[in-house]
């Protein structure tokens, strides 16, 4: 078999997930089925069944699919008028595939008309596809997919419409390949943000409070304070100024801005008995934009750079809502900086090396790319501003990418509302790509509120406005940390810094003082004093994932020292505690 391209790849995913559906049609002649995709590493397909499936189904559709593979049926393309696909589809019982004929019949008085659909049949199977597709389905490896789960979809994604099943596969070139991935998926269970979170007394939900409203405990609230604190004190640097703005906000503000039309129903809308008519901001820009606009400015106070971590609410799906990747309430880490057109440039250096500095302290920085995120010049119509503005952040943006080296990809259509962005696209431990930081021109919004400044000719004019966020959100970043460090975070970030484990009863009230020594010094440190066993507590300290474990007994009584044990190391190093305190921080310092 030819050896497959990243585009192929595609291919052969898009055409597996049509020897799936011939399958399942096999094993239910009465199924329904919807869509069928291909995505990253795999695909699935969308199904209404006469049962629910179980897990022990999928390996029976694999030999049903191994079957057809085998059976090399050609995949067969051919041109069918509307009339004709739907007198088919309606005679085969499927009246998913009629919808969206119906639909894309419609679709024909407002869009490029198109006289004839496209249909692909591979033995019995016939689906309306644009493809394209393999030569046939022998060039499937037929030892390199696996079916991987069962799970519920409504069809086109509406709450409103009928439960669908959805099962999903992955697909490679090669058993190899398939082999290499699965080992990462069973990695990437181990570090489950939702598992480690409860393991590490994180975070929990609550029915009560409801879902996607994460409450963060003592040890999940250090992590995001100690996060806070790291990114403020890099953006003092580069002259940013705390602001804090309430949560609530009348509509007006956000119609704007434009958010209220970008959001819609995704806001929440607060109302009072006493007739009050709010909404909870979706973002912080807004509110910041009337700090400025709070008095007279001048060119000579330009920059203004405003920071801010504070929550925003954002009424999500109920099924696309799970642990920390999509919540309702976010902190949002959050900046803006107003500026002079002639300040912008320097300004997003700034930024772009505030990003540098924090992602290089975690160890990020090395294994990341840029993205150049431009607008749909095909919809003009989905953005605000002027063309001649857009033109003139796209074209700024570029010559940053390449005054700065960081051969930013351009990728249309992914500009935000207001203007282009730079984001950066971070891998963690096991090659999961996530977005985070972001920084974005925006020549629009200063306009819309009618901020101005004084010039030097005495005139007043816009100052330009960019957004950055360097964490984006707390929550999605945690997912990030949690799952790159498997939850052994670096010393500087760990909610519990140190632990300290008497011998036994007797030697407490001298771990007690040690304790209160590291505090002291500002050293997050725990006593583990339980009744159970020495080497119990050492056990639980360990799946604590805790940097440093500190036993003390008679001898470090007598000689003011500890037993220091570091993570992932049996061997035990005794150091007097002063001498210890000295060293951790100065590895905190160095956030080694």
């Known amino acids: 078999m030819q050896k497959t391209t990243p585009n192929n790849l595609d291919i052969l995913r898009h055409s597996t997930s049509h020897v799936m559906a011939a399958a399942v049609l096999e094993m239910f002649p009465e199924a329904k089925f919807a869509i069928g995709p291909s995505i990253e590493n795999g695909f699935y397909y969308d199904f209404d069944l006469p049962r629910t499936l179980i897990p022990e189904d999928l ?80 060039e499937i490896p037929a030892d390199a997919f696996k079916l991987t789960k069962i799970s519920g979809a409504y069809w086109r994604g509406d709450e409103k419409n009928k439960m669908l099943q959805r099962i999903y596969g992955v697909a490679f070139e090669s058993k190899n390949d398939l082999k290499e991935y699965l080992k990462m998926l069973e990695e ?54 705390k602001v804090s703005a309430p949560s609530l906000a009348k509509p007006e503000l956000f119609e704007i801005s434009g958010h209220a039309k970008k959001f819609g129903d995704e806001l929440f809308h607060v109302t009072s008995g006493k007739k009050h008519e709010f909404v909870l901001k979706p973002v912080q820009c807004p509110h910041q934009t009337q700090i400025y606009a709070s008095k007279t400015r001048s060119y000579r106070d330009l920059p203004i750079r405003y920071m801010e971590s504070d929550k925003q609410y954002r009424a999500e799906k109920t099924g696309e809502v799970g642990g920390l990747s999509r919540v ?59 063309t001649s503005d857009w033109d003139t952040c796209e074209k700024m943006l570029q010559e940053i990418s390449d005054e700065m080296n960081l051969e930013a990809k351009k990728c249309e259509g992914e500009a935000a509302l207001y203007g282009p962005k730079l984001d950066f696209m971070f891998k963690d431990a096991i090659g999961k790509e996530i977005q985070i930081p972001t920084v974005q021109v925006d020549f629009a919004t200063p306009k819309r509120f009618g901020l101005e400044y004084i010039n030097e000719k005495g005139e007043k004019v816009p100052p330009v406005m960019v957004h950055r966020a360097i964490l984006g959100s707390y929550e999605r970043f945690l ?55 020495l080497g119990k507590r050492i056990r639980e300290a360990e799946k604590q994932k805790i940097p440093y474990m500190l036993v003390v007994g008679e001898k470090e009584e007598a000689d003011n020292s500890v037993a220091v044990r570091s993570r992932g190391d049996k061997n035990q190093e005794v150091i007097a505690v002063e001498k210890f305190i000295e060293k951790i921080l100065g590895e905190i310092k160095e956030k080694k």
């Open 479 to 533: 997912v990030l940390l949690i799952e790159h460090f498997a939850g052994a975070f670096p010393l500087w970030l760990s909610p519990v810094q140190v632990a300290i484990l008497p011998v036994s009863e007797k030697f407490e009230k001298y771990a007690k003082d040690v304790e209160t020594q590291f505090i002291a010094s500002g050293i997050r440190a725990e006593l583990h004093n339980q009744s159970e066993s």
């Open 59 to 138: 390996e029976i559709l694999e030999e049903k699919m191994r079957d057809i593979i085998k059976a090399n049926h050609p995949f067969e393309r051919a041109e069918i008028s509307f009339a004709d696909a739907l007198a088919d589809f309606k005679k085969a019982n499927q009246p998913y595939k009629v919808e969206l004929i119906k639909d894309l019949e419609k679709s024909q008085e407002t869009n490029k008309p198109i006289n004839q659909l496209t249909i692909y049949k591979s033995g019995h199977f016939v689906d309306l596809c644009s493809g394209p597709h393999l030569d046939s389905t022998g």
């Open 188 to 241: 990437a269970e181990k570090r489950d943000h939702r598992k480690l979170g409860k393991e590490l007394d994180l975070f929990c939900f609550s029915d009560l409070v409801g879902p996607g409203l994460p409450l963060f405990t003592p040890k999940g609230t250090t992590l995001i304070d100690t996060l806070k604190k790291e990114v403020e004190s890099i953006c003092r640097k580069y002259g940013f100024e």
């Open 328 to 386: 309702y309430a976010i902190t949002v880490e959050d900046g803006h900086s107003f500026c002079r057109v002639d300040q912008v440039k320097d300004e997003i250096k700034n930024m772009v090396n505030i990003i540098k500095d924090l992602y290089s302290s975690i160890g990020l920085w090395d294994n990341h790319w840029v993205s150049l995120s431009v607008r749909d010049y095909a919809h003009p119509e989905k953005y605000i501003g002027e």
